[in-house]
């Protein structure tokens, strides 16, 4: 069982449409929680940070679940800009990535 | 943008040669990473460090060894590289303490031919 696990997608979606990615991690010992997003292969850069309350950034939501070792990532009212690839990634010591998820929005 | 670079950002190498890649950071981070990322893999995690000559293996070190003399350097080495080596190699660093980001270079794009 890999240790960050994503549904690699893709998701192809409308303008305007709500998207919502999940993840599940293994180790309970976990710490931190991410969400980075990637473009074209070009180097991940944070989007947001999981916090135990959950936490909001304008349209992107982010929701963590540690009974559940699940984390989950909200964007509403999706853009063609948001068009990206969607990395989960948790921390226990090293820094660990899923395998991320593949994210296409549509005019 | 953070104080990280690596170097080269491409190089093609044959089979068998060693290959070292470099990781610089001006930001004085404890933390830095070796991660190779390849078509439906994600990023996975070669080596990391947690200090000046203290590091640890991750998911996929055979094959790989690292060493780091100075904080702002991380070194990744293939002391013999194999085609299954060809990948896109990223360098990340971090603070390490909880929520702290981690901040990536522009990644190495190396061809083992």
């Known amino acids: 069982r890999k240790e960050v696990e994503q549904d690699p997608g893709p998701f192809n979606v409308p303008e305007g449409a709500t998207v919502a990615f999940n993840c599940t991690y293994s180790n309970s010992a976990s710490q931190s929680f991410f969400w980075y997003r990637q473009d074209c292969r070009k180097e991940p850069k944070l989007l947001m940070s999981?916090?135990?309350s959950g936490n909001e950034d304008g349209r992107f939501t982010a929701q963590l679940n540690r009974a559940s070792q699940y984390i989950s990532l909200l964007i509403r009212d999706s853009k063609l800009s948001d068009s990206a690839t969607y990395l989960c990634v948790v921390r226990w010591g090293k820094l660990i990535f899923g395998q991320g998820t593949e994210l296409s929005v549509k005019p | 943008d953070a104080g990280i670079t690596q170097s080269p950002r491409h190089k093609v190498t044959e089979t068998g040669t060693p290959v070292t890649l470099r990781c610089h950071q001006t930001e004085n981070h404890r933390y830095m990473y070796w991660y190779r990322q390849d078509p439906g893999h994600g990023l996975r995690l070669i080596h990391y460090s947690y200090g000046v000559k203290d590091t640890d293996k991750g998911e996929v070190s055979d094959g790989y060894s690292v060493s780091r003399s100075k904080t702002e350097d991380f070194l990744l080495t293939l002391e013999s590289a194999t085609s299954s080596q060809t990948s896109v190699y990223f360098c990340?660093?971090?603070?390490?303490?909880?929520?702290?980001?981690?901040?990536f270079g522009q990644g190495t794009r190396l061809t083992v031919v």
């Open positions: 999981v916090y135990s």
């Open positions: 990340a660093i971090s603070e390490g303490t909880s929520n702290t980001e981690a901040f």
